[in-house]
């Protein structure tokens, strides 16, 4: 789990707020952000930033207030930052190149290569294919397939046939409302 500091303002007043005697308040704010070195961290990397930058200030407090003041950043400072759902073994969907429509695969590996840097193989044809970050999507960010209920007859919006609808394709969030412009 991955932490930014979103609110910088923000951890001086919650630093005044929650532990008013501190002095040189400024300065911590400042050290605090001055000893992570990614854009963002895990909680217990922010937490022992905090402890060195308290210690900068010669802080007199125990450890039950380091959680106090890493709890109350946590609500108005930082923000959670999820992990890429893209990664090699992820479970993904992918545009097949032939067919131009959306198959389950698997993302085999990543590259730097800007162009097409997905390698994925196509769980149901086990054909492999390079594709671009605009043809995959991570499964766990796909429009959930409610299944074949009957939804009466109609005009699909996907593919504009009028048939007996139900819940057939699978609409990448990411692209959810292309498909429809």
Not at 15 to 37: K, M, T
Not at 110 to 119: A, D, G, L, V
Not at 142 to 156: M, P, S, T
Request: charged share 30%.
């Amino acid at each position: 789990m991955s932490w930014r500091l979103t609110n910088s303002k923000g951890v001086v007043r919650v630093l005044r707020d929650v532990e008013p005697e501190i002095e040189n308040i400024d300065f911590l704010a400042v050290s605090l952000e001055s000893y992570i070195d990614e854009e963002s961290a895990s909680i217990s990397v922010w937490k022992r930033a905090l402890k060195e930058a308290l210690d900068d200030v010669n802080w007199s407090g125990d450890e039950e207030g380091v959680e106090d003041i890493l709890e109350q950043l946590k609500k108005q400072c930082f923000t959670y930052i999820p992990p890429d759902p893209l990664y090699p073994g992820a479970p993904v969907l992918a545009l097949l190149i032939e067919d131009e429509q959306w198959h389950p695969a698997i993302l085999q590996s990543i590259s730097k290569e800007e162009t097409e840097p997905y390698f994925v193989v196509f769980c149901e044809y086990q054909k492999p294919q390079t594709c671009t970050k605009e043809n995959v999507v991570a499964q766990v960010d796909v429009i959930g397939d409610e299944g074949d209920e009957d939804l009466g007859e109609g005009d699909c919006m996907m593919c504009e046939r009028t048939m007996r609808l139900s819940f057939h394709h699978l609409i990448p969030k990411e692209v959810n409302v292309l498909s429809y412009g």
